[in-house]
């Protein structure tokens, strides 16, 4: 986790987590910084819970007491950013690795696509996507297939510089 935090300027704690992206620190940044008012380089132990909310993580009460007894290291009541980095990496969500998320789609669309004719009819990929999960109401298939389906062709088309 200190390669890319110490790229960013900036250093972790001893706590483990994953490794953050810079974009991912400086939201994190942002968030703290909100959060000390005071400009004391530190934040209340009190306000976690909720910047872990903003993160899209409610923890119980219990949960939230052990996570800022394992990363509030000095027992100080308050976080560093180094502190709250720590705490804070296991609640952000990994990054995508959008070059190998593409080459995978495209190996399942060639999958689908037998007659490589590089798209699939729309409801051809509505049956996919029921297939892939069943609990996916018609309404949100509809909605995906109109964001992909931008043109309104009837097809699901994959990039061709992509589809050799």
């Known amino acids: 986790m200190s390669d890319t935090a110490s790229d960013a300027g ?5 706590g483990v987590g994953k490794e953050l992206s810079k ?5 994190l940044r942002d968030a703290f910084n909100a959060f000390d008012k ?7 132990t009190d306000v976690v819970g909720t910047i872990l909310e903003l993160l899209g993580h409610k923890l119980s009460e219990e949960e939230l007491e052990e996570v800022i007894e394992e990363y509030d290291e000095d027992e100080s009541g308050q976080l560093e950013f180094d502190e709250f980095v720590a705490l804070a990496s296991n609640y952000v969500e990994p990054e995508e690795d959008y070059e190998a998320l593409r080459k995978e789609l495209r190996e399942v669309f060639m999958m689908y696509d037998k007659d490589a004719k590089g798209y699939l009819p729309v409801e051809e990929f509505k049956a996919i996507l029921r297939e892939l999960d069943g609990a996916v109401p018609e309404e949100e298939l509809d909605d995906i ?12 088309d994959f990039e061709a510089d992509y589809y050799a």
Not at 38 to 44: R, V
Not at 145 to 153: F, M, P, T
């Open 145 to 156: 297939v109109d964001e992909i389906d931008a043109d309104g062709s009837g097809t699901v």
């Open 23 to 27: 974009d991912q620190l400086k939201v």
């Open 10 to 14: 900036e250093s972790t704690g001893s």
């Open 38 to 44: 005071e400009k004391t380089g530190s934040i209340s």
